[in-house]
């Protein structure tokens, strides 16, 4: 059964079902944000989202832009880096970032900070410092093993035996020394 057969045709619909007028306006305002495409175009590449999906952080310049312009199916234009961007959209679609350096994740910041996007500024401090952790728990997991190493192959090496005093006076080459040549000195007589 609709909403048209309940209707009275002497009485105001609105006494009647007062929830209907509420429920269009609710649905029209929704169907209006959900089909409100903005194309930014940063750094010369498009890309088309949402007015929802760019206001989701209410103290971003994003949503203090919008607020002021309500145009629809408008274009923003961004001098910034696309590839930056792309990151800062997906964030603003599904809270993750997936990057894994952190030259990228310093970049990214520094796009959340232009954007005023505390959340993922926060993240991508978050990320960083969880990196470098890995990276030095690398570096000395690494050292370790390096140690070790020479430990084992220092242990199974068999040095010489260290000449004496009395080799060394008697003209015995060092044990360091065992492969240089030691000089010759002739004398006047020899000539």
Not at 24 to 37: A, L, M, P, S, T
Not at 45 to 68: A, G, H, N, V, Y
């Amino acid at each position: 059964m609709t909403f048209d057969k309940l209707e009275d045709a002497n009485a105001d619909p609105c006494v009647l079902h007062p929830f209907k007028r509420k429920a269009e306006g609710y649905w029209r305002q929704v169907k209006e944000e959900i089909n409100d495409k903005i194309v930014v175009n940063v750094g010369g590449t498009c890309f088309e989202t949402s007015r929802q999906t760019l206001c989701l952080d209410s103290k971003s310049m994003f949503s203090t832009w919008l607020s002021r312009h309500h145009t629809n199916n408008c274009t923003l234009w961004i001098d910034r880096d696309a590839e930056r961007f792309r990151h800062v959209l997906n964030y603003l679609r599904n809270g993750t970032v997936w990057l894994n350096d952190i030259p990228s994740l310093h970049g990214l910041r520094e796009e959340a900070d232009f954007f005023g996007l505390e959340g993922l500024k926060s993240l991508c401090d978050d990320l960083v410092q969880d990196l470098e952790k890995k990276k030095e728990e690398k570096s000395k997991k690494w050292s370790i093993q390096l140690r070790g190493a020479i430990r084992d192959v220092l242990e199974d090496y068999q040095f010489p035996a260290a000449n004496t005093c009395k080799d060394q006076m008697l003209g015995a080459p060092t044990s360091r020394y065992r492969w240089r040549i030691e000089p010759v000195f002739q004398t006047d007589l020899d000539f």
